[in-house]
Nanobody, 126 residues
Framework: EVQLQAPGGGLVQTGGSLRLSCAASGFTSGFTVDDYAIAWFRQAPGKEREGVSCISKDDGSTSYDDFVKGRFTISRDNAKNTVYLQMDSLKPEDTAVYYC???????????????WGQGTQVTVSS
């Protein structure tokens, strides 16, 4: 079974930085992060899950939702089979549970996700 492990959350002050990691493993066929588009979603209390960023499987192109553009950076390390989300200039409204996810194409909607990783809590204090 495909598994996506996503440690790296925590508590940080406004303006601070965190880096989330999404490490992939799978069956004997060998799930690798460049076999899929890998995305990050987040869900704040009382709100719907929303797409944050995605890195494509083919050319590694990246996309970001407007509320994180310029502050967050997604990257992929194929040798480590890991995708990262570097989050800088964090704001209290970034507080949420963050999830990594695997999909065929970068479409930042939950319905497009094939596999979900475990969530990790990110809390930004004011």
């Amino acid at each position: 079974e495909v598994q996506l492990q996503a440690p790296g959350g925590g508590l940080v002050q406004t303006g601070g930085s965190l880096r989330l990691s999404c490490a992939a493993s799978g069956f004997t066929s060998g799930f690798t992060v460049d076999d899929y588009a890998i995305a990050w979603f987040r869900q704040a209390p009382g709100k719907e899950r929303e797409g944050v960023s995605c890195i494509s499987k083919d050319d590694g192109s990246t996309s970001y939702d407007d509320f994180v553009k310029g502050r967050f950076t997604i990257s992929r390390d194929n040798a480590k089979n890991t995708v990262y989300l570097q989050m800088d200039s964090l704001k209290p409204e970034d507080t949420a549970v963050y999830y990594c996810a695997a999909m065929g194409l970068c479409v930042l909607v939950p319905q497009a996700v094939g596999y979900w990783g475990q969530g990790t809590q990110v809390t930004v204090s004011s």
